[in-house]
């Protein structure tokens, strides 16, 4: 009995001590020890201030894939404007590494990544002006694909200070250069194609040809700067071209030639553009499958790059329709389209227009003051040239999906004039309603801007802005962005913002490549083999139709890399939200510059929130495709559900095994023993 008293009486004692140590070993002990998923990096449902993620000091000047392991990286420039210095993103570390410098000659104007040996590598080709003769010296460097660059450089023919732009004007998926060549001070033609005729068979093996463009129509005198464009623009899914002009008065204008494949590209609209235009932005603005223009205009502009009296331009492309069902007609009474069919999106519309005309019955040309945007703030001014570099730089309007809604939102500089502050603006794209920037007295109109403000103190802090750009930093699926200062508040001269609002909408990142090495591995010279991704391939066009949660049907396009010049830092794929939707991508339409009879491909029940890279068709006709789901932090969650789920539903089946089994056995003795019974 005595021994029973003992063991009843301290066994309480025991419980409590095991208690005791396992809640000492929970607080001395990391969560992430006996939790199986990570911490999350950021956890506030704001922009947050990621700091400069290993670049300082130095400017960013481009971004591309340098090593092809499909994270974006960053070719940065240092204050002396020569030395360049490439940073690849190290998705563990959550940082950019610097792996390879070069140091250029002369002072860089501009630098174009692109595969120009069409190896699969990302080239370099750097842009120096000469301003004693006014031309544009430019170099190659070869790419190594693992951020570094040969140490024998290619020279290039030089141009006019108007810099040229990559496009594959013959269809060959090779980076040709469309701009004015510079010859002993004299200019031949208006337009000079540098033809890639690249062989690294040859002995000497030339890059460029200088020969006259395949264009019909009247050629105009770029302007410098300019906002020249590769895009569609017609609706067909086959990259167009959008150049800016100016005349000796210094008036500029617009001209749009159409591409027709083999047959050159015609002259199809040209324009006048506003007093005081600065650089011009594309994007689908009202998601309704065309590519729009934005671009601000200001009445003057200061010494310091700082617009006066500025508006903020909307020029909507006026282009065939979705139409409203599949079903719907797509002619009327008279045999004219009216609209398009999901499964024609590709279909040009040769009487499509941009309509700068300022009549009260144009719809299709919106002009917001920068005060109707900035209503707290109608004193500011926007910034549109950065006078921190060498020759200046434009500021355009950048846009981006960063609220993954399907419509572009708007991000820009603006100039306090009573601190001299420049910072960094945000604005949504939003339904119109009264009172919002961009929609009439009454409400109406296609879309309106809201300024970003709960969540956006770390943009608001900003007062040294020169610079911005979006990212998708870690291709964790969110728009961040980046912002370059001058270091003028000695918090260094690159700031990335993490966007980690949390949105109930999906995306899609897509790329095409350019078909080096026949759409297959490349090989090294050492024998190696490599994926030739992150060719920065200008031109690609994508048009999808999705359904929202309500079953109604929209259209949006997206073009990839429409422009490389003055440090435009566009991304070398194409990101764009999907807004709230509970299906696959209904049709997602790719298009490719190459001069074939079905110069696009049409798939169906993509999966959101992937990854898609496009390997065009060559010789055989086939396209290849690739899709990469997103590790997002909810499949843990998922695969945990999965996992209980599975394990509860094993163990009602064993029961209910047990329970008939059992019953069987009943069945099987009662019949027995009626037999048995019935024997006697």
């Known amino acids: 009995m005595a021994s029973t008293f003992f063991k009843s009486r301290h066994q309480p004692s025991l419980a409590n001590s095991v208690y005791l140590a396992l809640t000492l070993l929970l607080l001395s002990s990391p969560v992430t020890s006996i939790w199986p998923f990570p911490p999350k990096r950021f956890t506030k449902n704001s922009l947050i201030d990621a700091g400069s993620m290993g670049i300082d000091g130095n400017r960013i000047v481009a971004f591309g894939d340098f090593n092809g392991d499909q994270f974006l990286d960053v070719l940065s420039l240092d204050p002396d404007q020569q030395t360049l210095s490439v940073y690849l993103w190290d998705h563990d570390a959550f940082s950019f590494m610097n792996v390879f410098s070069v140091h ?121 700067p300019h906002s020249n464009a590769v895009i569609d623009l017609n609706g067909d899914c086959l990259a167009d071209i959008f150049l800016v002009c100016q005349d000796n008065s210094g008036k500029k204008s617009f001209q749009i030639w159409v591409n027709n494949k083999d047959s050159g590209f015609s002259l199809n609209q040209t324009g006048d553009l506003p007093s005081g235009t600065q650089g011009i932005s594309f994007a689908d603005v009202d998601r309704d499958g065309t590519i729009d223009m934005v671009f601000p205009s200001c009445s003057s502009v200061s010494s310091a790059g700082v617009g006066s009296g500025c508006v903020i331009n909307i020029v909507y492309n006026k282009q065939l329709p979705l139409c ?38 144009n719809d299709g040309y919106v002009q917001i003051s920068l005060s109707d945007l900035l209503p707290s703030s109608p004193a500011s001014s926007l910034l549109v040239l950065d006078n921190t570099y060498s020759p200046s730089l434009p500021l355009p309007i950048k846009l981006g999906d960063a609220n993954l809604d399907g419509f572009p939102d708007l991000l820009f500089i603006v100039f306090n004039p009573s601190d001299k502050s420049q910072t960094p603006k945000l604005l949504f794209s939003e339904p119109c309603t009264k009172g919002l920037g961009g929609c009439d007295k009454n409400g109406e109109g296609k879309r309106g801007f809201q300024l970003v403000t709960k ?98 049907r929209s259209a949006a396009q997206v073009g990839q890399l429409p422009q490389t010049s003055y440090h435009s830092l566009l991304t070398p794929y194409s990101f764009f939200g999907l807004g709230r939707t509970n299906n696959y991508i209904e049709n ?19 999966i959101p929130n992937s990854r898609v890279v496009i390997h065009p068709a060559l010789d055989d006709g086939t396209w290849r495709r690739e899709l990469f789901l997103r590790p997002g932090a909810w499949v843990p969650w998922v695969t945990l559900t999965v996992v209980v789920t599975t394990v509860i539903l094993a163990c009602i089946v064993f029961v209910l095994h047990l329970n008939e089994k059992r019953e069987d056995e009943l069945e099987r003795r009662r019949a027995s023993h009626h037999i048995n019974f019935d024997a006697l």
Request: net charge negative; glycine share 8%.
């Open 588 to 606: 997602l339409f790719v298009g490719s510059t190459k001069h074939t009879q079905e110069h696009f491909i049409n798939m169906e029940g993509v």
């Open 104 to 224: 250029h000659p002369t002072p860089v104007y501009n630098v174009i990544p692109g595969d120009f040996t069409h190896d699969g590598k990302l080239d370099l080709l750097v842009m120096s002006p000469n301003r004693a003769s006014d031309r544009l010296d430019m170099t190659l460097y070869k790419g190594n694909h693992d951020g570094s660059f040969a140490s024998d450089t290619i020279s290039v023919q030089s141009s006019t200070l108007s810099e040229p732009i990559p496009v594959d004007i013959d269809g060959d998926m090779r980076i040709d250069l469309l701009g004015t060549a510079y010859s002993q001070g004299t200019y031949s033609n208006p337009f000079t194609v540098w033809r890639n005729t690249w062989n690294a068979s040859q002995n000497q093996p030339t890059l460029f040809e200088l020969v006259d463009p395949p264009f019909n129509g009247n050629q105009c005198t770029l302007a410098n």
């Open 324 to 361: 409203s069902s599949a079903t719907s007609p797509t002619t009327d009474n008279k045999g004219n389209h009216i609209c398009r069919r999901p499964e024609e999106l590709c279909t040009a519309d040769p009487n499509f227009k941009f309509d700068l005309s300022t009549g009260s019955d």
């Open 455 to 552: 969540g956006a103190e770390t943009l608001e802090a900003v007062k040294d802005a020169r610079g911005v750009a979006f990212l998708d930093m870690d291709e964790d699926g969110t728009l961040d962005i980046v912002v370059q200062r001058s270091g003028e508040q000695n918090q260094g001269s690159v700031l990335f913002v993490q966007n980690n609002f949390y949105y109930d909408a999906f995306f899609l990142n897509a790329i095409v490549l350019n078909g080096a090495c026949n759409n297959a591995l490349c090989t090294d010279s050492n024998g190696s083999a490599y994926s030739p991704f992150g060719v920065s391939y200008s031109g690609a066009s994508y048009k999808y139709t999705v359904l929202d949660t309500s079953g109604r």
